[in-house]
């Protein structure tokens, strides 16, 4: 594989974290978990699986849902391959740590997945599918707001303005915080620019913003959390 594509995993990756990266990602508390949460984009992450499981009212959003179960189940198995295959590509881009080591991190993804694919069969209710900038929820539904690694991830694609018109979306069906990590492009590239003039409309159109530091780094210098909410 080429640096090219190290730098750029191709179509939209649907992954699948764990709780416990989310957890790390989101300097997640038991108290956040206690109003209903929202994960946009979940991919075929475990959170609201796990999230459930431990008396959370989680619901996760992304537009593959839109595929049949037990299709979705072999695609998303496929994906994480597909994504491991990119992070091995760029090994030397990420902090390993938090994983132990790289068969770690390749063991995890996969574990997540079919977690995942187990509970949309099991409970589809919990499994909206959609896309930003447009969500089917209403204003306020939830207390909190997770979006991992779409927003920011994916700059090479999604301009300014997409990001705007998502993160007031996000903002529109959040009546707590909105959390976004990481505030990195997938090849690892601080966006600072991009985020200041962004954050900087945000704050004129009356949102409370704040880049808070987490205690999770697994792309190089990927260890801040965007932090948004309206005043
Ligand atoms: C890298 S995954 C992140 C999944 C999960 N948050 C995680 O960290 O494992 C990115 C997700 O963005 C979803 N996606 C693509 N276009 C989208 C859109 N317009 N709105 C919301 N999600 C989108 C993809 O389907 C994919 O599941």
């Given at each position: 594989?080429?640096?090219?594509?190290?730098d750029?995993?191709g179509e939209?990756l649907?992954s699948?974290r764990?709780f416990?990266?989310y957890?790390?990602?989101?300097?997640?508390?038991?108290t956040?978990?206690?109003?209903?949460?929202?994960?946009?984009?979940?991919?075929?992450?475990?959170?609201?699986?796990?999230?459930?499981r431990?008396?959370?009212?989680?619901t996760?959003?992304?537009p593959v849902?839109?595929?049949?179960?037990?299709?979705?189940?072999q695609?998303?198995?496929?994906e994480?391959?597909?994504?491991?295959?990119?992070?091995?590509?760029?090994s030397?881009?990420?902090?390993?740590?938090f994983?132990?080591?790289?068969d770690?991190?390749?063991?995890?993804r996969?574990?997540?997945?079919?977690m995942?694919?187990d509970?949309i069969?099991?409970?589809?209710?919990?499994?909206?599918?959609g896309?930003?900038?447009?969500?089917?929820?209403?204003?306020g539904?939830?207390?909190?707001v997770l979006s991992?690694?779409?927003?920011?991830?994916?700059?090479?694609?999604?301009?300014?303005?997409?990001?705007?018109?998502?993160?007031v979306?996000?903002?529109?069906?959040?009546?707590?915080e909105v959390?976004?990590?990481?505030?990195?492009?997938?090849?690892?590239?601080?966006l600072g620019?991009?985020?200041?003039?962004?954050l900087?409309?945000?704050?004129?159109?009356?949102?409370?913003?704040?880049?808070r530091?987490?205690?999770?780094e697994?792309?190089?210098g990927?260890n801040?959390?965007?932090?948004?909410?309206a005043?």
């Open positions: 594989m080429s640096s090219t594509d190290a750029n995993v939209y649907v699948a764990s416990a990266e957890e790390a990602m989101f300097s997640l508390r038991p956040d978990l206690a109003g209903r949460v929202l994960d946009c984009p979940a991919g075929a992450s475990s959170f609201i699986a796990h999230a459930a431990i008396g959370a009212l989680a996760a959003v992304d849902y839109a595929i049949a179960p037990l299709e979705l189940r695609f998303v198995l496929g994480q391959d597909r994504g491991s295959a990119h992070t091995i590509a760029g030397d881009r990420y902090v390993w740590d994983y132990g080591d790289r770690g991190h390749r063991e995890m996969p574990a997540s997945a079919v995942f694919a509970d069969a099991a409970h589809p209710e919990r499994y909206v599918a896309s930003l900038p447009a969500l089917p929820f209403d204003d539904q939830f207390d909190l991992s690694h779409f927003l920011f991830t994916y700059a090479d694609r999604l301009d300014s303005e997409f990001h705007q018109r998502a993160l979306e996000l903002l529109r069906v959040c009546r707590g959390r976004v990590f990481p505030l990195l492009d997938q090849g690892g590239h601080a620019p991009m985020i200041e003039e962004l900087g409309r945000l704050r004129h159109g009356g949102t409370t913003t704040e880049v530091p987490v205690a999770y697994f792309q190089r990927g801040q959390m965007l932090v948004l909410s005043r």
